[in-house]
């Protein structure tokens, strides 16, 4: 990788126009303040809310510091980060949703082990939100927790900065977001846990339901149980 950058925060856009000015300037602050030269990348799945028309606004101000990709349809969080994760050319990749409901300034506190640890995950604290949502991550992640075994204390937190080599190699498929650090530690990587604020929602609606954000993430748990017992791993102990 020979980009001039180190690292790239990508941001999944799925009809967050609302949110999007109030993103911006708060991702503009987290640039300046930054010690590591980093820059932003949108990423947006087939909003149909003129959400890709203010994202092209911000790239049309600033082609240095924002880029975007746009996916030809609706395809969801998991393929949208694939296809950030596939473009991206930093050394380092981040990641953090559109809502605000999680700070860019936070990733600051993630700098000190950046290098260290193969991925960086934040642990919301305080979280804002309903009781629906809260009770229905509870219980997801503790069944994760149980089957996987992971010691992830909170897997699904929008905040992560990760090496980029190690993401691009790990196996992608849909519903597989939930378990990017769980992904890291089979492939061998490391994983450090932040705490991280965390605000309610000031616009817009949440994308998620009972379905994604319960039962989904049930049988997508089931999945990587499957496909972790058939993951192949060896070493060479002769060659010629």
């Given at each position: 990788?020979?980009?001039?950058?180190?690292?790239?925060?990508?941001?999944?856009?799925?009809?967050?126009?609302?949110?999007?000015?109030?993103?911006?300037?708060?991702?503009?602050?987290?640039?300046?303040?930054?010690?590591?030269?980093?820059?932003?990348?949108?990423?947006?799945?087939?909003?149909?809310?003129?959400?890709?028309?203010?994202?092209?606004?911000?790239?049309?101000?600033?082609?240095?510091?924002?880029?975007?990709?746009?996916?030809?349809?609706?395809?969801?969080?998991s393929t949208a980060l694939k296809a950030g994760f596939d473009h991206v050319d930093t050394p380092f990749v981040a990641y953090i949703d559109a809502d605000l409901q999680t700070h860019p300034m936070d990733f600051l506190l993630f700098f000190p082990y950046m290098k260290k640890y193969t991925m960086v995950n934040g642990i919301r604290q305080n979280r804002s939100d309903s009781l629906v949502k809260r009770l229905s991550s509870q219980i997801a992640n503790a069944f994760r927790r149980w089957m996987i075994k992971d010691n992830i204390k909170d897997t699904c937190c929008p905040l992560k900065i990760i090496n980029t080599q190690a993401i691009k190699e790990i196996p992608f498929f849909k519903g597989m977001h939930r378990f990017i650090p769980a992904l890291i530690l089979l492939k061998g990587g490391t994983v450090k846990e932040v705490p991280v604020r965390h605000f309610p929602r000031l616009a817009g609606?949440?994308?998620?339901?009972?379905?994604?954000?319960?039962?989904?993430?049930?049988?997508?748990t089931f999945a990587f149980v499957w496909m972790r017992k058939r993951n192949i791993i060896y070493k060479i102990q002769e060659r010629s």
């Open positions: 990788m020979d980009s001039e950058y180190t690292l790239t925060v990508i941001v999944p856009v799925f009809n967050e126009k609302e949110n999007l000015p109030g993103l911006k300037k708060e991702l503009d602050k987290f640039l300046m303040k930054s010690n590591v030269n980093a820059k932003v990348l949108f990423v947006d799945d087939h909003s149909d809310d003129g959400s890709l028309d203010l994202i092209k606004q911000f790239t049309e101000e600033n082609r240095e510091l924002y880029e975007y990709l746009s996916l030809h349809r609706n395809s969801g969080l609606e949440a994308k998620y339901h009972l379905w994604n954000r319960l039962v989904g993430p049930l049988m997508d």
